[in-house]
């Protein structure tokens, strides 16, 4: 059976006293033990912070983004090697946010994927399609080509490693949440296309994931948990999300 697992991603929000706050406010809630497995994704500034927090916690620290690079005259970057160092253990890789405001091609986001492999960081690999391309009945489509461009660059066995999130981009930041089924029927999809192999793999649905649509979503077969945007910055809300996922 598939472990769930809720990952909060923060993208650029926050201070560093805030940030510390959620976090106290996080630990001291899901202290324990728990079935659903639970991470957070801060903004770069604050990861090394984080990882003193979250030490000999049951909350794991992961990264939004990593270089395809190991190291050089790369500004701005941040090698798998540096998250390693600082404690993650997870990264997102080909979020919509990175597809759409930085260019990020399909291929670039394979190259990513295998990177944080080789590093042994799990890699969350984020597919979704645009509201018009919904419309257009092309989710399939868009979807299917977002992750064979993976598969096709590191091998079924290499995308079995990691995880893969869901996330409709009309539904991210917008109030709007696909329906349990709608959902659900994606998910499955990316259960076919991966095989035997996606059988065995979590795959997590993010858009716009609510305490209140959270159990509804979770009762899927093929929903394993969700990535997490504006309510991981809340506590309360996100705990009460983790909490569905159990």
């Known amino acids: 059976m598939r472990r769930q697992i809720v990952i909060g991603n923060w993208k650029m929000n926050g201070d560093s006293a805030s940030n510390q706050s959620l976090l106290a406010g996080l630990c001291k809630q899901w202290a324990g033990v728990h079935?659903?497995?639970?991470?957070?994704?801060?903004?770069?500034?604050?990861?090394?912070?984080?990882?003193?927090?979250l030490e000999n916690t049951n909350i794991g620290l992961g990264a939004q983004d990593l270089s395809k690079?190991?190291?050089?005259?790369?500004?701005?970057e941040v090698s798998g090697?540096?998250?390693?160092?600082?404690?993650?253990?997870?990264?997102?890789?080909?979020?919509?946010?990175?597809?759409?405001?930085?260019?990020?091609?399909?291929?670039?986001?394979?190259?990513?994927?295998q990177v944080a492999l080789d590093k042994g960081l799990t890699p969350v690999l984020c597919v979704g399609e645009t509201l018009e391309e919904r419309e257009a009945s092309k989710t399939?489509?868009?979807?299917?080509?977002?992750?064979?461009a993976v598969v096709e660059h590191c091998g079924l066995p290499g995308v079995a490693k990691g995880i893969i999130a869901y996330e409709p981009v009309w539904a991210i930041g917008t109030g709007k949440t696909a329906t349990p089924e709608m959902a659900q029927d994606v998910h499955s999809y990316i259960r076919e296309v991966l095989g035997p192999e996606g059988d065995q793999m979590r795959i997590l649905y993010g858009g716009s994931v609510k305490p209140d649509s959270a159990e509804g979503l979770f009762a899927q077969k093929d929903i394993d948990g969700a990535l997490v945007g504006g309510a991981a910055l809340n506590a309360n809300d996100f705990v009460a999300i983790c909490r569905a996922a159990e």
């Open 69 to 76: 690079s190991a190291n050089g005259a790369f500004t701005g």
């Open 140 to 148: 399939f489509d868009v979807v299917g080509q977002q992750l064979l």
């Open 81 to 113: 090697d540096m998250l390693v160092d600082v404690g993650c253990r997870y990264v997102l890789v080909g979020h919509s946010e990175r597809r759409e405001y930085h260019k990020e091609s399909s291929q670039l986001v394979a190259e990513k994927f």
């Open 35 to 53: 079935q659903a497995e639970v991470a957070v994704c801060p903004p770069y500034p604050y990861l090394a912070a984080a990882a003193g927090v």
